[in-house]
């Protein structure tokens, strides 16, 4: 399981905190973050970048010289792209370079981002970050007692004037809220600094049970089908020597198909119903082909 040590403002180490393995110890899927990156780095571009053509461009109506007799090559305008002042040919237009990002891939990139820092141990975290008044010395005292080298990212669970004030002029930190946690800054800088209950926002916002919530609403079915092989391997755990054949339910209907029997159906028509009551009684009538060979075979023993 990962952890990570808690420092107070004096920069001692007051214990080891354990995270969240499905939070900080997801496997760091490369592939994820690399898209993920790139669609936000697209997505950050305005898209306004613009030059004229040849029909946009101010003059260059009137042929510049006669057709013929001149010597020089034939020119019908004075703003074709060869000309100075001309237009310009396949010059950039705007357009927009947004590109979607499936929610599902934006929160695998995040774990996967947090999963690295923690491995690598980069996760710094403290019990709480406060200042009594808004000074530069004081954050620099700070990260001076903390191991923090190069650039530091801090995620704060809530606004601090002072936090803020103190470490604006400092070029080595980036101050963050956790509501605006994003894969690019935590890429970028080095270490992430971040007090108890910005970890436990985290593990809410992204946990196993988030993501539960989230797929509950499209597609309930695999959430709990994952819940019962869960449910099956925690009880073969528990009864070790037993053999456990039994499975539970894969799915919401096939629970309540398991609780309650089935009910036999009602007959839709009253001549289904005239059938069943035959068939329940034993009265029901032989074939009509049948009924006929054993008229005839009661005629010739008669005759």
Same mark, same amino acid.
Request: hydrophobic residues 35%; glycine residues 6%.
């Given at each position: 399981?990962?952890?990570?040590?808690?420092?107070?403002?004096?920069?001692?180490?007051?214990?080891? %905190?354990?995270?969240?393995?499905?939070?900080?110890?997801?496997?760091?899927?490369?592939?994820?973050?690399?898209?993920?990156?790139?669609?936000?780095?697209?997505?950050?571009?305005?898209?306004?970048?613009?030059?004229?053509?040849?029909?946009?461009?101010?003059?260059?109506?009137?042929?510049?010289?006669?057709?013929?007799?001149?010597?020089?090559?034939?020119?019908?305008?004075?703003?074709? *792209?060869?000309?100075?002042?001309?237009?310009?040919?396949?010059?950039?237009?705007?357009?927009?370079?947004?590109?979607?990002? !499936?929610?599902?891939?934006?929160? /695998?990139?995040?774990?996967?981002?947090?999963?690295?820092?923690?491995?690598?141990?980069?996760?710094?975290?403290?019990?709480? /970050?406060?200042?009594?008044? *808004?000074?530069?010395?004081?954050?620099?005292?700070?990260?001076?007692?903390? !191991?923090?080298?190069?650039?530091?990212?801090?995620?704060?669970?809530?606004?601090? %004037?002072?936090?803020?004030?103190?470490?604006?002029?400092? *070029?080595? /930190?980036?101050?963050?809220?956790?509501?605006?946690?994003?894969? /690019?800054?935590?890429?970028?800088?080095?270490?992430?600094?971040?007090?108890?209950?910005?970890?436990?926002?985290?593990?809410?916002?992204?946990?196993?049970?988030?993501?539960?919530?989230?797929?509950?609403?499209?597609?309930?079915?695999?959430?709990?089908?994952?819940?019962?092989?869960?449910?099956?391997?925690?009880?073969?755990?528990?009864?070790?020597?037993?053999?456990?054949?039994?499975? !539970?339910?894969?799915?919401?209907?096939?629970?309540?198909?398991?609780?309650?029997?089935?009910?036999?159906?009602?007959?839709?028509?009253?001549?289904?119903?005239?059938?069943?009551?035959?068939?329940?009684?034993?009265? %029901?009538?032989?074939?009509?082909?049948?009924?006929?060979?054993?008229?005839?075979?009661?005629?010739?023993? %008669?005759?």
């Amino acid at each position: 399981m990962p952890s990570a040590n808690v420092y107070d403002m004096d920069g001692q180490i007051v214990r080891e %905190e354990h995270l969240d393995n499905y939070v900080f110890g997801a496997p760091i899927n490369t592939a994820v973050l690399h898209q993920v990156v790139t669609a936000q780095l697209v997505n950050r571009r305005q898209g306004t970048a613009s030059t004229k053509t040849r029909a946009e461009v101010s003059g260059g109506s009137k042929k510049p010289y006669r057709q013929k007799g001149t010597g020089r090559a034939r020119q019908g305008s004075t703003r074709a *792209p060869h000309w100075r002042g001309g237009g310009t040919v396949f010059g950039p237009r705007p357009h927009a370079y947004e590109r979607a990002i !499936p929610r599902k891939m934006k929160r /695998i990139a995040i774990r996967s981002a947090l999963s690295d820092k923690a491995a690598n141990g980069r996760i710094l975290l403290m019990e709480r /970050i406060e200042i009594a008044a *808004p000074r530069t010395k004081d954050m620099q005292a700070l990260l001076s007692n903390l !191991p923090v080298t190069r650039t530091v990212l801090m995620l704060l669970p809530a606004r601090d %004037e002072n936090v803020i004030l103190s470490a604006r002029n400092i *070029p080595e /930190i980036r101050l963050g809220h956790v509501d605006s946690t994003n894969v /690019i800054e935590l890429l970028k800088y080095d270490h992430l600094l971040m007090t108890l209950e910005t970890a436990r926002i985290l593990v809410k916002k992204f946990g196993r049970d988030a993501d539960d919530r989230l797929q509950m609403k499209r597609h309930p079915n695999v959430v709990l089908r994952r819940r019962a092989r869960a449910a099956h391997e925690a009880a073969k755990l528990a009864t070790p020597g037993k053999t456990v054949t039994a499975k !539970p339910a894969r799915t919401a209907k096939a629970a309540t198909a398991t609780t309650d029997e089935k009910a036999p159906k009602a007959p839709r028509t009253a001549k289904a119903a005239t059938t069943t009551a035959k068939a329940d009684t034993g009265a %029901e009538k032989a074939p009509k082909s049948t009924r006929k060979r054993a008229e005839k075979t009661e005629k010739g023993g %008669e005759e």
